[in-house]
């Protein structure tokens, strides 16, 4: 009776729900005028009797309705049949006007791309940056590696693979780890297409919107993008020539109650400088102390050309409360796309479930042919290749920079990675200067792009990474004219500097 | 006199910019006693003028104080030095607890990979996932193209390649639309890693935290994962066997005011149905009139083998609302990890944008190993052999169906895509079966897992893409035995009913 008054019948051959036949029959009987609005529905433990079906099927039903806006419900009174009004909204001209998520229209976001492009456009002598040089590839034996796992095991290769990545890969990533004092297993490895996507995932795992996330002043591009899409309050804390400063970092996990601090120890992009290990253990000490994990960006601790190596934050802290990223890409092979993160299990889970979301995975593919290179030895051999080219190039630089630039800027000494940084004297403008080098045929980075707040006009980074000694020769020369010819002309300069905020 | 005071001088050798060098003066003067708290700073004019800098560069600096906590200004008072506080932070146990975002504990975030996890098993029979035939990978011709590409230009393919895609790929990606009834340029396409990535770009690119996406009610499990970890507010519409159900569309749209609806018009995840043009057409029409974006995601357009192929929704419309989201996943080679997004210029600057953030970009060997791959034809071949095979065994589990499950369940006839959707009848639970069925060593995927608000138990998705016709028939005649004993013990089932929240 009950069911019948509402015209309700369930099709057993249908491919439908229960539940929804339900809610489709009474929203019918809406429709077509025999049910009215204002009508209280039965309760759902007769109807459920009524159909012979299960009491959580009617609710289900009447729930699914309460969403379209079919039927309200009101505590103690029951459920009831509404007449909907309609609302017509207006077509907009342009469909995407207005459409856009608040967090990607930031000009951060769009910054890394610009930078990107700047970088890879390949046209004159280019400083920009932080590539390593093509001619060094080890393009043979990585064609010998890929040709192999292909026929020994394509098809395997070529399907899906684990989340998590190439179990042969992280074996030997963990392993690589392990030799720099790491403590860390296969399991803790995840797999990522670059140091890029590493950050994104870790980020977003540790970042609600409006969260403080603790970064130096001066600090990877990349990950302030990354931060500023995710809307993180980002707190720039400054560093002295060994990196972040401990005690700015104090007030600033006392002041900010920051839960994440992200940090480049060595070879500190963009400044190339390195911290020592006396203050990696304040560090650590003081993160533990404030409760704050660290994400340790190590993306250039292979490329140490001279001097002795520092142990990294997570060797130092035994993996307990650092998240480390690092890359193959800076040391082999860009194209490859494969980087990693290593971190505890539980923060592990978490960044591989959040790895399906974002891609289902890393080529299995790539992460085999970069497993059979390693294992025929190939990165030992091309590590040793490369250091010494960069050895060169950064000795190659610093003669330049003291011929072309002295006087007019300075600039740090790096022992390893891929860039020299310099900040320009007598108050010059490396943004106005990037457009005349440009100009010129000359590129390279601009420090603002690497300030949390954007300052740092006055400095620039030089990338001697991908760049012969020659090309380093022709290329601080023009610099070292534009910014001599700056200087001769100070009243013109002046003027510009009083109508541009420079800082 | 005014920069003598406070004891500050500019070291034109230091690295350090100009701002940063007089902040940390003030700040020193502060930490040694020299400067006491309450101190009121110069006026920036002043103290630009006593060391010769630009004013902004004091004020930078101000600035960067107060963001430290070093000095607070007071309109029209003055900038003062300030004795911060110390506040004590006790350290937690587990530096890890409570440290994860909010968006990445849903559950729905997890479930992809529990999902996947399942499906990539390798185990028993498996009708999850949803796989293409790994026997019938071109392992082969791919190689070829591989080696040929890493052969001819392996050192540019090495390095960093553009963020949009490989640009040859980007075109004959464009081609294969326009062969479909698309309007689309090479430079409207973003190669993604699989349309996984494609689905996370895209709806990062439109959705903020709390807006509401309109999707249908049983859709793509990584679709549901994507937007649960963008905090999004899911609303499913129900389907008929043409799919989404407009007069629920419209309400939901009237309800809602949502900016973005995501469908599948062919061979719809999971139930493999297809909306016809008409629908289609009218489908357009109202998200126009609702200012509506609507997302398309063409998984498995080209795996048609029976009936009339429908226009796609990208095609219709002209390019002007539609984003269109596909791979080469299904209908190809899954370990490649390439899919894309087709979109309007303003909707594609974004995406790449975004794309850079996210990884900078999806290796260029792959893409032009995979660009290589189509050139030579590879592609029409595959599909040809790929069709033939899937009619097969399309056709061996709806004889498999009809011989083990008929009375017991009814299910939907595909003529395309990997897959049918079955529903059990006589209140069976495919969630209660999926365990049972998995220690009999037969895998499938719960109907719940599609669902938006995770009903839809009663339900389950059979993929036959790769399993041969002779696992389909034991694995089906499994499923019939266990499907077969339950309905014989009603009374047991019943009472397990009662017990579990079904809906």
Chains 1, 2 share one sequence.
């Not at 069911?3 to 439908?16: N, V």
């Not at 720099?180 to 980020?203: C, H, K, P, W």
Request: net charge neutral; glycine share 10%.
């Amino acid at each position: 009776v009950v069911a019948a008054s509402l015209g309700l019948t369930i099709d057993p051959r249908s491919p439908l729900p229960v539940y929804r036949q339900i809610a489709d029959g009474i929203r019918q009987g809406l429709g077509e005028g025999r049910l009215q609005p204002g009508l209280r529905l039965p309760a759902t433990r007769d109807l459920a009797r009524a159909l012979q079906v299960n009491r959580n099927t009617v609710v289900a039903a009447y729930e699914a309705l309460g969403r379209e806006g079919v039927v309200a419900s009101h505590t103690g009174r029951g459920t009831f049949l509404v007449d909907p009004k309609e609302v017509p909204v207006p077509e907009p001209a342009d469909p995407f006007a207005h459409a856009f998520a608040r967090a990607v229209e930031g000009s951060k976001v769009a910054s890394l791309l610009s930078v990107y492009r700047t970088a890879i456009s390949g046209e004159g002598i280019s400083f920009a940056g932080s590539f390593p040089a093509a001619e060094l590839m080890p393009v043979e034996p990585f064609r010998r590696a890929m040709g192999a796992v292909l026929r020994e095991r394509g098809a395997e290769l070529l399907s899906y693979g684990a989340t998590g990545g190439y179990a042969p890969l992280r074996e030997a990533v963990a392993e690589g780890m392990r030799r720099r004092g790491s403590r860390v297993d296969a399991d803790e490895i995840l797999v990522t297409n670059g140091s890029q996507q590493a950050l994104e995932l870790v980020f977003r795992t540790f970042v609600d919107p409006g969260d403080p996330v603790l970064v130096e002043d001066l600090t990877y591009t990349g990950a302030l993008s990354v931060l500023a899409s995710l809307d993180a309050r980002v707190v720039g804390v400054p560093g002295d020539e060994e990196g972040i400063r401990l005690d700015l970092l104090t007030r600033a996990l006392e002041r900010h109650r920051a839960r994440v601090l992200y940090v480049q120890p060595t070879f500190h992009n963009p400044t190339a400088r390195v911290m020592g290990e006396a203050r990696r253990r304040e560090l650590l000490a003081l993160a533990a102390r404030h409760g704050c994990i660290v994400v340790e960006d190590d993306w250039a601790g292979d490329l140490r050309f001279e001097g002795v190596e520092v142990p990294t934050l997570h060797a130092l802290d035994g993996g307990s409360r650092v998240v480390y990223v690092s890359t193959f890409s800076k040391k082999l092979l860009p194209g490859l796309r494969v980087g990693w993160v290593a971190a505890p299990a539980p923060v592990l889970e978490r960044l591989v479930a959040l790895k399906q979301v974002a891609d289902c995975g890393t080529s299995p593919l790539l992460q085999a042919a970069l497993h059979r290179f390693l294992a025929d030895g190939g990165l030992d051999d091309h590590l040793r290749r490369v250091r010494r080219t960069y050895r060169e190039r950064r000795d190659a630089m610093l003669a330049g920079l003291a011929r072309h630039l002295a006087g007019q800027a300075v600039w740090t000494r790096p022992e390893g990675g891929l860039f020299v940084w310099a900040r320009l004297l007598h108050g010059l403008d490396a943004t106005a200067l990037f457009g005349e080098a440009a100009a010129r045929g000359v590129l390279f980075s601009r420090g603002e792009l690497f300030h949390a707040e954007g300052l740092a006009r006055d400095c620039l980074r030089l990338t001697y990474g991908g760049v012969s000694p020659e090309q380093i020769e022709a290329g601080l020369a023009i610099l070292g004219q534009l910014v001599g010819a700056r200087e001769r002309r100070p009243e013109v300069a002046a003027a510009e500097w009083d109508a541009v905020p420079i800082l």
